[in-house]
């Protein structure tokens, strides 16, 4: 009897074939669509239901691997380290990493126990912050491959990967920022500048992006009272050292005529400065700022509304200067003779008030004229009156006599408008007047009525 040796040879390929599925939430099994991304959407991501069957008792593990990153319609490609992932599931074997963690070129993302047991695993891909991205459609590629473990059996799922980006222009203040442009206590006929604002400039638009800043009335107070535009005025400094010259307030200034690129400019200092008018009223006037990038077809993209406001104080002051801005106030009669009238001489005497009362404006003597012998002048000696005003306003029409008492030199219009009038006065002394050396003080004040 010859015995008979029978040898079966099984080739691999007749065992069971490995499989892998690939669902997403989004995508379904034919893409990773991660969705879209635009100024209110800060986070987009992807939910894939990974199942995995070796096809074998043996240990496996699951790779993923980007053949392609993410890029747009311009050929710009997002880092794949820009995509977060966050993997759950495979409770039987161990998951290479926990939480979140970036994407690379090539991840192992699970390895099965020793007797390859089917699982299934969720992993999440997500991506944050439109604006750090150029807008565009991107689309990628990613390949997930099973693997046995010191094994040939192979099986690869290559999907495509798609994310949309809006575009992003957005303002915004930085932290240490004013929140309004805002005048204090800006007097009449002073120069005042406002706390410069600082704009934080974000965008993923590709090209240059005109600012502009408009304002759809001038400041004005509870009465409707307005200031003029041309009282304001803005300059700029850019972070590439770019500046914006200095130009007057408008309904429409366009700041930045010849655009900016954002990736080139990161903020943009505003400084605000006012010359007050003279007459401007007392009051509390607001408007409000808004700034604007025109160009990005979204009239409602990169939009940032600012309160403006100047606080006018109520002033009423009044002021005696010399004739001349070269001279000193003061009269000063150096050759007086007895009985005989002198030259006239002149001060000018200025009221600044905002308030929109009539006022008046009086005149006094502080002491009497008397001699440093202690000789004394009578009151009638020194002659006064006030001409010249800059409007029409009643003035006394003839000199009198100044006395110890209040006299009436000015009274305003009902509105009570600032003013500019000059007092003239000369010396007329008695034939008995002894010689010497006579002083005293004008006293000018200026009260409602």
């Known amino acids: 009897m010859i015995p008979l040796l029978l040898a079966l040879l099984v080739p691999e390929t007749a065992r069971a074939a490995a499989t892998l599925a690939i669902t ?15 100024a209110s959407q800060y986070t987009t991501f992807e939910e894939l239901t990974i199942n995995v069957n070796p096809g074998t008792a043996s240990q496996y593990r699951l790779t993923q691997a980007v053949m392609k990153p993410l890029t747009n319609e311009r050929g710009t490609a997002i880092d794949p380290r820009r995509i977060i992932m966050e993997l759950h599931g495979g409770t039987t074997g161990t998951r290479r990493f926990q939480g979140t963690t970036p994407m690379t070129s090539v991840t192992e993302l699970y390895v099965s126990n020793r007797t390859g047991t089917p699982e299934q695993l969720t992993l999440i891909l997500s991506v944050s912050a439109a604006e750090s991205f150029e807008s565009g459609t991107y689309s990628g590629l990613l390949t997930y491959t099973v693997q046995v473990v010191n094994g040939t059996s192979v099986k690869n799922v290559t999907l495509p990967i798609r994310l949309r980006v809006q575009p992003v222009v957005s303002l915004l203040l930085a932290d240490n920022s004013p929140r309004r442009v805002t005048f204090e206590d800006a007097k009449p006929g002073d120069t005042i500048n406002a706390k410069p604002i600082r704009l934080l400039v974000r965008s993923n638009v590709r090209g240059a992006l005109q600012l502009q800043q408009s304002m759809d009335a001038p400041p004005r107070n509870d009465a409707g009272q307005e200031i003029p535009w041309a009282t304001f005025q803005v300059v700029g400094a850019l972070s590439n050292g770019g500046s914006i010259p200095a130009q007057p307030l408008a309904p429409t200034l366009q700041l930045l005529p010849t655009g900016i690129h954002p990736e080139e400019v990161q903020w943009i200092d505003l400084g605000y400065t006012a010359n007050i008018p003279p007459d401007q009223r007392a009051g509390s006037y607001r408007s409000v700022l808004e700034f604007a990038f025109s160009g990005v077809g979204n009239p409602n993209l990169g939009r940032l509304k600012l309160p403006f406001e100047v606080i006018v104080p109520e002033v009423m002051s009044i002021e005696v200067l010399g004739e001349t801005t070269a001279e000193q106030p003061q009269f ?8 005989e009238p002198t030259p006239i001489q002149s001060l000018r005497v200025q009221v600044q008030v905002n308030g929109g009362q009539p006022y008046v404006v009086f005149q006094q003597l502080s002491r009497p004229l008397v001699s440093k012998e202690g000789n004394r002048l009578p009151e009638e000696s020194l002659i006064c009156g006030a001409g010249a005003t800059l409007d029409n306003s009643r003035l006394p029409s003839s000199m009198a006599p100044v006395s110890l008492e209040r006299q009436s030199v000015y009274r305003s219009n009902v509105k009570g408008t600032s003013i500019q009038f000059y007092v003239s006065c000369r010396m007329r002394v008695p034939s008995t007047s002894l010689a010497g050396t006579y002083q005293s003080s004008l006293i000018y004040t200026v009260t409602p009525f």
């Not at 997403?24 to 635009?38: K, W």
């Not at 000063?332 to 009985?339: N, S, Y």
Request: glycine share 22%; hydrophobic share 30%.
């Open 24 to 38: 997403g939430r989004r995508g379904g099994s034919t893409t990773i669509d991660l969705g879209e991304l635009d």
């Open 332 to 339: 000063l009669f150096p050759r007086v003779m007895p009985g």
